[in-house]
Nanobody, 116 residues
Framework: QVQVVESGGGLVQPGGSLRLSCAASGIIFTIYTMGWYRQAPGKQRELVATITRFGRTNYADSVKGRFTISRDNAENTVYLQMNSLKPEDTAVYYC??????????WGQGTQVTVSS
């Protein structure tokens, strides 16, 4: 059974930092592309960052230079370090594990709120 569990969300002031974690089990973690997506109220889910099995990263323009995605294959975990947070970063953040259309798994999401 595949499980994808995010943690680390919360309330932070503008300019602050948060680190999200996503632990995956039930998959061969090392072959998956891992990603973070987010969905703000009234908006569609959007890509934040991805990291391939080879460690190649990709970021949305809105987070480049502020967010960093990384993975620990020994711990089956992917991280999202978020710095210089802005109110517009407020959203539910979802972790995704992707290998193929039939091997595409999502977590339940973790809320990030940036507000003073």
């Amino acid at each position: 059974q595949v499980q994808v569990v995010e943690s680390g969300g919360g309330l932070v002031q503008p300019g602050g930092s948060l680190r999200l974690s996503c632990a995956a089990s039930g998959i061969i973690f090392t072959i998956y592309t891992m990603g973070w997506y987010r969905q703000a109220p009234g908006k569609q889910r959007e890509l934040v960052a991805t990291i391939t099995r080879f460690g190649r990263t990709n970021y949305a323009d809105s987070v480049k230079g502020r967010f960093t995605i990384s993975r620990d294959n020994a711990e089956n975990t992917v991280y999202l370090q978020m710095n210089s947070l802005k109110p517009e970063d407020t959203a539910v953040y979802y972790c995704n594990c992707y290998y193929s259309p039939k091997a595409d798994y999502w977590g339940q999401g973790t809320q990030v709120t940036v507000s003073s």
